[in-house]
């Protein structure tokens, strides 16, 4: 089994490349990486993806394929970032984030989930607007770095096992029929789960 662990933002120099690099600044680490080494197979990812000048639109089904339940993201909207395991990919990405330490919330951030019990599956759409805006934590914050000009874009989701948020009190029931993650517990738990590449037209 492939963990598929996401990897914890660093504070680093940034620095701005010219315009046959990257399109803007990031950190050493995104706070999500998207490698050969990261995406687990434990869930799977089918995704038809559309585009057009405008967005790009995916039907997708989530089959988790593994011997035990896990909660995951539904990939019905995304935020993007470099996808590192082709040339010129990007990645949309659904999935819980770091809590930052330095912004006072009113409420502890979480992110909605489903459970997926072994062999189930889950059917839906996303979409994402174009041009592709890549992820910043809080407004004003540096960008992570895309390519200038995205050849291919895969559909990913983060998830944890049921197991390991067990009696960590990080499921919480919205009794309406929802649940929620808290960030702090999912984080660095998650796992991502993503489709197969896609050209962008």
Known sequence: MRNGRTGLAA??????????GMASCQAEEDPISITEDTISTDVLVTASVRTTQDGIWWDYVLENTSSEAVWIVEP???????DRSVAEGVALVAAMYPVRGDVDHAQAPATAVVELAPGETREGTGTAPRPLEPFSDREGDRPVRLPAEPATARICAGYVTSSQVEGAGGVRDLEDGTFSLGNAVGFPLQRLACSTTHPLT
């Open 11 to 20: 504070v680093a120099a940034l620095a701005v490349l010219g315009a046959g």
């Open 76 to 82: 019905r909207g995304a935020l993007v970032f470099a």
